[in-house]
Each structure stands twice: as C-alpha cells, then as structure tokens.
C-alpha cells in the first residue's frame, strides 16, 4: 500500500478508493489502477476453515473477512461474507428441498425452478403472492404444517442475519472499503426478466425448452416485467441528478448470464430491447453501470459500440480483455487475472502479467484489475499469489 | 393442514397475521420491507 494511502483515515481512504474506481471508468487516468476484488468462499479456506465452518457460524465468518482485510490491500470486495442466509433457511428446515447445498469444500446451487411457463404472468402480477400462496406450499410439502415456533426460530435467525449485514457494512468502513454500487440485498438488485427466468423461475433447462417451445408467452412475461420492474428504474434514474454517485464505485451492479444460452434473435427480443433503455438512461445521466458479463459477451459486442466512454463497464468473465478492448474500445474493462493463473503460475509470474495489463490496457484510464471468475474454490489461488499482485497493484503509480 | 385449513395462508392477509405472531412489536413498523426479503430468502435459498 502506498505511504500517502496508509496516512489516510478510512472515510478519507473510502472517498479515495471511489474516485480510483470513477477516473478509471471515465477514462481519465487514475494515480494507480484499483483492483476489485472478486473474492468470494476462496477466503474462507485462505483463513484455515473449511466451508461448513463458516457458512452458518457468523462469527467465524467475520473472522474470515477479517483476515482477508488485514492481509490483502484490495479496494472493493464483492463478498463480505453476508452472501450466506443458511441459518435463515436451516431453521425453516430447507433440508432436501433447498437449491443451495455446501459441504467441507464446496458451496453450490442446483438449476431450478419455480414457475411454469403458463403462470410466468401470475407471477410478476403479484410476485410475493405467487411465492407464499403457490412456490413455497410446491417447494415444501409441507409448508403448511410448520408450526409458529419454527416460523418464530426463522424470525430470530433472519434478523441475527440483518444484524450481520451492518456489522460486515461497519467492519468494511474501518478498513476503508467502499460499496460497490448502490442496489444490495437490502434495496433489491437490478435484474431482467430473463435473467430471474434463468436463475430462478425456469431455470437453465426449462428455459432452454420455452425458448423453442414458448416464445410467445416469454415475450409477453418480459414486457409485463419491463413495465412492472425495470420503467420504474429507467424513470429514476432519468430523474436522478446528472453525474456519477461518488459515494460508490459505480451507479449500479448487473450481472448478464442469459445472453450465453440465447441466440440473437431471442437476445433482441427478450434482453436487449429492455436493457438498452436502461442503460442509455445511465448513459443520458452521465453514470455508469458495472455490467458482470458472465460466461461470454463477445457475440453481442455490436451491441454496445455506440454508448459514449464513460457509461459502461464490463466485468469479464471469459472474454479476451484484449480482444474486447479492441472491439469495444469505448467500455471500461474490469478483470484481467484468470484461476489459471493464480492458482498455478508463480507469484513473479502474476506480477509480471498483473504489470501488462496495467501498462497495455490501463494506462489511460479505462481497466481496473479483477479476477475473471468470483474465486470459490481452494485451489483457485495460491495465497502467495494474490498477495503479490495485490501489493503490486497497490503500489504501481501510473 | 392445507391452504383451506392453514390460518396463513394467503397473502398478504395471512401472510400479515403470521409476521403479528412472529415479529416483536419494536420490528413491526419494518413489516413492508422486511416481509418480502424473507419470502425471498425462503423461496430463492
């Protein structure tokens, strides 16, 4: 960490940090690049517990952020550790009938769904309705036997999760972290139709069969979603005041995974025709959106070409960050360091590369470093590695 | 029980007694926000 950075209080450092992340997105040259750390369950096991320990034991948890804070410099983390509501769906007695499981080593999530196709519109017309009176008595058999004091043991268990929300939120300001971006748990993050379609509603199969076999009704439960959930967005943000929120790091937080299984016609007609409005309205209001693209966006980079620099930044996930930078010349780039590479090359080596993504696609302003994949799993980084990179990056001055 | 027996089970009106039998009085005013949260949790987790 540079000396004029360590002299600085956390609100100051905070403030700091914001403007690293806001040059770099505007394409002015920040002092040094800022890296985002795209670290999820990968530090539980860096703090010498395994996943089980962790997950359901707040207090270890907090150590593991911690630990985390204290031995890597880094300038926002995607996780801090509040993407854990296991005590909240044990105590309702999730058992089997959970999508999520975990284990020793491994957090996962089985394709799901929740929804048919036919009743896609019962949804979004009342979304938590659908959930208590027709998804959950389906996901639990039985619902409608849990007692009041099992509902009572969930109360307790959601808000000791609430509580854990704003004291990772307090432990994060010591250290100087600031938010990402503005939607949370809390306040609901922006998503799309599709995108809750592929998550949750259908899931990845079902989705992949209605898009052959329902395109119609698809069609009319995203147009109904655009009007219900996205217009509103679109409304504020042309409303909100012009330029970015420099109480964060960018103005929101998307995450594209659909795009992966949809062919351009589904992709204009089910995604893009909702999501351009939205972020021409980011653009119109000079802010900019963080978009983690996942799986890949190169087919659709046509897309994006026209928006101006400085209204969007794209989170890589397999893409080439060359390539798009070349395709997309006018996108900020957050990524750059792959598993591969932090998890078997040697710590010179992750400098060495770390340094020429800096000087090749940062130099101006427009990358800020992250991990392409949210790093889960043990060996997805040697320690050693991401130390090196983080001090490196930490104290390269442009 | 089933949806025609439970005393909770439509929305929101039954969903709004159970949160009055569960929630402690200083957390009811929240009951909008936080209502929905949990139903998310329990329908997504």
Known sequence: MREVEKAMKPKELRKYRVKLFRDAQSWVKPDRISHYGNIVTWKIFDAGYTIDQAVTNFDVMEEVVVKFLDTYPIDVLIDIGIRNQFNVTEAFGMGENGYYYYDAEVVGINDHAYCPVDRLLEYIEDKEKFAWEVALPEKFPDFYEKSVDTWKNVWKEYIKYIMFIFKMNSVCNKYGLPSGAPNNPMKGTINFAIEEAITNLLGIRNLSIALRRNFDELKEFCDAWHEKETKPIIDKVLKSDYGPDMKYCFDASLIMLSQNILNPKQFDELYWCYLEPLLKAYETKGKCPRIFTEGKIGSFVDHFTDFKKGSLAFHLENDNPWEIREALPNVAIIGGLTTQLLGNASPEECVEYTKKLIDELGSDGGFILSEDKMLSYRNDCKSENLKAVCEFVSTYEL | ?45
């Not at chain 2, 089933?2 to 402690?24: C, Q, R, V």
């Not at chain 2, 929240?30 to 949990?38: E, T, Y």
């Open chain 2, 1 to 45: 029980m089933d949806k025609n027996t439970w005393p909770y089970a439509s929305y929101p009106e039954g969903f709004n007694k159970l949160l009055n039998k569960i929630m402690p009085l200083w957390a009811r005013p929240m009951k909008k926000i936080m209502g929905p949260l949990l139903i998310k949790i329990l329908i997504d987790g």
